[in-house]
Every structure is written in C-alpha cells, then in structure tokens.
C-alpha cells in the first residue's frame, strides 16, 4: 500500500529546506570571518600602494 503523508508536515519539511538553502547560499556568499575580511582589505589595500609606487611621474 502507499504510505500516509500529512500534507502540513510535507509543507514545513519544504519550507525548511528551502530555507536550508538560501542559509547555504548565503554563507558561501557572506560567510567570511573578520579576520578573513581584514586580511582582505589589507592586501587590496597593499596592492593599491604597490601599483602607485609604480606610476612615472609626468612633467
């Protein structure tokens, strides 16, 4: 025979893996440490100076 589904629970068990997802999604898009943040922004900004240190001065 086929087995009984409460269509409530069918309901939330979706709506919790929906948001499951969109949680994972955004952990890889936003889940950075501040640690990981600042060493990025240090290194943009040592890159920036680097590049400047290069540029020829014009007369």
Not at 16 to 24: C, E, L
Request: glycine content about 2%; overall charge positive; proline content about 0%.
């Amino acid at each position: 025979m086929t087995e009984i589904v409460n269509l409530r629970q069918a309901r939330k068990e979706a709506a919790r893996q929906a948001a499951r997802a969109t949680a994972d999604a955004n952990a890889v898009q936003f889940g950075r440490t501040k640690a990981e943040r600042e060493l990025a922004k240090a290194q943009a900004a040592k890159a920036a100076r680097d590049h400047d240190a290069h540029k020829r001065e014009t007369d």
